[in-house]
Nanobody, 121 residues
Framework: QVRLVESGGGLVQPGGSLRLSCAASGSVFLINNMGWYRQAPGIQRELVATITDGGSTNYADSIKGRFTISRDNAKNTVALQMNSLKSEDTAIYYC???????????????WGQGTKVTVAS
């Protein structure tokens, strides 16, 4: 079992910055990729950014140059630094972890409960 808990969401003005954090617990040794997805009303959940256990990153085109994903494997955390925020960034942001299978479990995707980000004046 891998548990993910997000924090750092809130209200920020357009052009502002916000940093989201995600802490993983449980069978953290089974985690490979981690990342952030977001869900806005009426819009399908979309990828924001991912990062492998080796540090390779992937970003959605809509946030390239504005957001930066990072992880600390020793602390089992992943963060998303969001700069130059726009109103269209408003969404619930979910932490994600790809969990490898083990002798007794199949691989699966773990999700946090989400943290709300609102970008408005």
């Amino acid at each position: 079992q891998v548990r993910l808990v997000e924090s750092g969401g809130g209200l920020v003005q357009p052009g502002g910055s916000l940093r989201l954090s995600c802490a993983a617990s449980g069978s953290v040794f089974l985690i490979n990729n981690m990342g952030w997805y977001r869900q806005a009303p009426g819009i399908q959940r979309e990828l924001v950014a991912t990062i492998t256990d080796g540090g390779s990153t992937n970003y959605a085109d809509s946030i390239k140059g504005r957001f930066t994903i990072s992880r600390d494997n020793a602390k089992n955390t992943v963060a998303l630094q969001m700069n130059s925020l726009k109103s269209e960034d408003t969404a619930i942001y979910y932490c994600y972890a790809g969990v490898r299978g083990s002798t007794f479990t199949r691989p699966y995707d773990s999700w946090g409960q989400g943290t709300k980000v609102t970008v408005a004046s």
